[in-house]
């Protein structure tokens, strides 16, 4: 008998009875220290209170009605990330390829509304990621991402991160936008240069084209800012986020400013479970607490005793560790043995953590982490390097 649920994942031997701030309880009896946050989405941990309560208390309310009708949270939600952000509206649905898919149609919507349907394509980068549908991975136009799924959906162009010439010579007449990630994740923790988004938003305002980024991995504190963009003191046109929004309920956003905002009239996106009140309730408790005094400060801390930490046990195993690369807990650790190696001797010792591309360990602990996380993963890493040498 064939299995009943579809064979498209392969994941590890292991289930989760319950979670606590950074630490899982598995089926098998042990606690695990979770520095894979269901990649980058428990932002606040497991069963953080905050959001418990939220969640409990919506939940005795009402579930779902549907856009026919307003809901109240999205309004509040739309108000909190407008104020906190450079957007003008937002629009809220259920996962980040979705919230990628109504930016991409949003692009096209104001080209086409404001007289230039001609203008459709997207600038896109080598080795990102935005998404499984059929045109978010043709905006990542990654070949293991395309394969098997037919002719490929039309409208992208891709050229290397950090080579504004490249990006130049790659706009037409037909060229509406720009997309990226301002952390190519899924590419290996790769961090564009905040030079290189401030050549691209000068590129853009000067070729009327829009500045579109996908901070569905690098928002809501991640980076150690609610969003990546601050970092280089730009402004996007439009902006999607998803994952560590909702803290494990899912729940997507596409923020953007008003002039592209007034082109999605009434019928043209939507989405039946899209901003219901559970993912209201659990997003704007979520955005609360990441807009409390010193939050981010916190995360920016954690970051660098975490670097600092990893940088000495890189010293003391060159032959299994390269480097460590990103900002923030948005983190890779380059290695020189197979990552796959390193990921499942630390799940060996009691950590998560999550594969990355270019033979990257992604490390993505919740925000909420301490010292004593830290010096736990440490130490731990220190272990599975040895274990590794000694063969």
Not at 330 to 358: F, P, R, S
Request: hydrophobic share 45%; net charge negative; aromatic share 6%.
């Amino acid at each position: 008998m064939i299995p009943a649920l579809l064979s498209n994942y392969a994941p590890a031997d292991l289930s989760f009875e319950k979670g606590e701030g950074p630490y899982l309880y598995g089926n098998d009896g042990r606690r695990y220290l979770d520095f894979a946050a269901g990649i980058a989405v428990s932002g606040l941990g497991h069963a953080h209170p905050k959001l418990v309560a939220a969640l409990t208390d919506q939940a005795q309310k009402v579930w779902h009605v549907s856009n026919l009708f307003r809901i109240p949270g999205q309004e509040e939600l739309a108000r909190k990330l407008v104020d906190a952000t450079f957007a003008d509206a937002a629009y809220f649905c259920n996962s980040g390829a979705e919230a990628n898919e109504c930016g991409i149609k949003m692009v096209r919507k104001y080209f086409s509304t404001n007289g230039h349907p001609e203008k459709y394509r997207i600038i896109a980068f080598e080795n990102s990621f935005h998404g499984r549908t059929l045109a978010t991975i043709a905006a990542a136009g990654q070949e293991k991402l395309l394969a098997g799924f037919g002719p490929v959906v039309d409208g992208f162009d891709h050229v290397p991160v950090h080579d504004i010439e490249a990006v130049k010579a790659a706009i037409t007449d037909e060229t509406a936008a720009i997309l990226i990630e301002p952390v190519l994740g899924e590419g290996g923790i790769q961090v564009v240069e905040p030079e290189f988004l401030r050549a691209l938003r000068k590129l853009c305002d000067e070729r009327d084209l829009l500045l579109m980024l996908d901070e569905i991995q690098t928002g809501m504190g991640r980076t150690g800012k609610l969003f990546a963009y601050e970092h280089a003191g730009i402004k996007p046109d439009i902006l999607t986020s998803a994952k560590a929004l909702g803290g494990g309920f899912p729940v997507g956003a596409c923020l953007a400013v008003e002039k592209v905002a007034k082109a999605m009239t009434v019928g043209s996106h939507g989405s039946t479970y899209g901003g219901n009140p559970l993912a209201m309730a659990v997003a704007g408790a979520v955005v609360d607490v990441m807009s409390e005094e010193g939050f981010m400060d916190h995360v920016v801390e954690m970051g660098n005793h975490l670097k600092q930490g990893i940088v000495g046990v890189i010293d003391r195993h060159p032959d299994i560790l390269e480097e460590i690369r990103g900002i923030g807990l948005h983190l890779g650790l380059k290695c020189k043995v197979e990552n796959t190696l390193v990921n499942n001797k630390l799940l060996e010792l009691g950590v998560l953590t999550a594969k990355g591309g270019d033979n990257v360990v992604r490390l993505l602990p919740p925000l909420i982490i301490e010292d004593a996380q830290v010096s736990e993963f440490i130490n731990l890493l220190d272990e599975a390097c040895t274990e590794l040498e000694n063969g």
